[in-house]
């Protein structure tokens, strides 16, 4: 597979083209402006590291009436395997007083759903929230131990691990302008 920027990927088996990604964001951004066009000051949280280039896209696909306001956390549960390690680690949550505000997570995936779960909840406990939405690129449900749903997805896919677009392998392959499977490890 070659990338955007000519670089040839071997073990990579491309899914959703950069177009077809663009495509479906802009719709995204669309639809969730048109839900949230009466929230005054909606506050936008990206969770790094794989949402900031799902997170970069959308916003600018995002119009309302009023400006958004723009945070990030960390979150992690997988550490560097292929495998969830049952526990959410929060290395930077660091946010402002956005107590009461409309708050949209941005996710890169729900996979097992402990991430988004423990997010979530742990925004209506800190912030009493007067909306709280969660938009994620990729869903995929076969895989969930904790039931969520999320209210946004760009595209829901099966039981594949997958690479690119802010998703890594073991710190790798986050650049890929491309949704891929990752076939080898090597
Ligand atoms: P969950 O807590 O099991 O829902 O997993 C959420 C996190 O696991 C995501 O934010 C990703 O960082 C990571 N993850 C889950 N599935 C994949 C995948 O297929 N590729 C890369 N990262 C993944
Ligand atoms: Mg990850």
Redesign the pocket.
Known sequence: MQTGTGRAVSNIRELYSAKQISDRIAEMGRQISEDMKGCERPVVIG?M???IIFMADLVRNMAGKDPLQIEFVR????GSA?E?SGT?QAPYLDLPNIKNRHILVV????????????FLQYLRDQFDPASLRLAVF?D?PS?R?VPIEADYVGFT?DD????GYG???SEKYRELPFLGE?LSTD
């Open positions: 969770v590291k794989g949402a979150l992690s549960s997988y292929t969830s959410v996710e890169d995936i729900v996979d097992s759903g402990r991430t988004a779960t423990f990729l995929k895989r131990v896919i594949l691990f997958v690479v998703l890594d392998y990752l």
